[in-house]
């Protein structure tokens, strides 16, 4: 019988080849791609296996379920909050969490900011960027970027490490591929704006059915849910 953990390292090594090969075809290192096992279909004691499997970064996008989850197998990963954060629960993710995928406004950023700097922390954090223009989604809208990331810069808990975005649901990966792009040419353009606590150097991009066209256009953080979690 195969144990929950020696199924996490079959899938592991099978998307390890897969990554591989999309950084062979793109002439990138495989070093610099990071899997963010998204743990929201499962309960904490797979989390434990799943990091016992030897993956290093968790991602949850709720509060009440990644918190549990964080007290009970905290120190065994580094921990990414990726979905949707309200204001008043910032204080439950800042020290427990080390990234915030979902930066998309003002007062986030201000909440974040105070609780870091109570703690005596510089969170890292991801802008979210809404690239597909999907009404549906969260994330900045394209031309209120500038002006954010310059209120960002002078916050000085905070650092803006990366652009992150979630693309279209769609049958055939290659239709994302636009998206994937634009958010590259989005942290190219912050990149040179060198202002103070941007250094932009992470992509956070492509989830279980479009990874590898995400690694094919610059993505350092994957994150994968039900290609890698699911039984
Ligand atoms: C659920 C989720 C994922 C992972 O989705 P899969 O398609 O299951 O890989 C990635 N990012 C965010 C923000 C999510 O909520």
């Known amino acids: 019988m195969t144990t929950y953990q020696e199924m996490i390292q079959s899938k592991l090594t099978d998307l390890n080849q897969k990554i591989e090969a999309a950084c062979a075809r793109s002439g990138r290192d495989p070093q ?18 799943i990091l016992d499997a030897g993956v290093t970064h968790i991602g949850e996008n709720r509060v009440q379920d990644g918190v549990p989850k964080y007290e009970a197998h ?22 427990r969490f080390t990234y915030i995928h979902s930066l998309d406004r003002l007062s986030l950023a201000e909440a974040i900011n105070k609780r870091a700097e109570a703690l005596d922390i510089i969170v890292p954090c991801f802008l979210q960027i809404n690239i597909s223009g999907e009404e549906t989604k969260f994330g900045l809208d394209p031309n209120d970027i500038l002006a954010f990331v310059e209120a960002c810069s002078n916050m000085k808990h905070i650092r803006i490490a990366g652009c992150m975005t979630m693309a279209p649901v769609v049958d055939d990966p290659e239709e994302a591929r636009p998206v994937f792009r634009g958010l590259r ?5 912050l990149q040179a704006l060198n202002l103070p606590n941007v250094t932009v150097e992470e992509l956070s991009m492509g989830m279980s059915g479009d990874f590898e066209v995400a690694i094919e256009e610059g993505a350092t953080f994957i994150r994968l849910g039900s290609i890698l979690v699911k039984p």
């Open 74 to 95: 905290g120190d065994k990963g580094v921990w990414h909050f990726i979905g949707h954060l309200q204001t008043n629960k910032v204080k439950d993710v800042v020290g």
């Open 185 to 189: 040419e989005w942290q190219k353009r």
């Open 32 to 49: 610099e791609v990071k899997i963010v096992a998204v743990t929201k279909y499962v309960d904490a004691d797979a989390v434990g296996q």
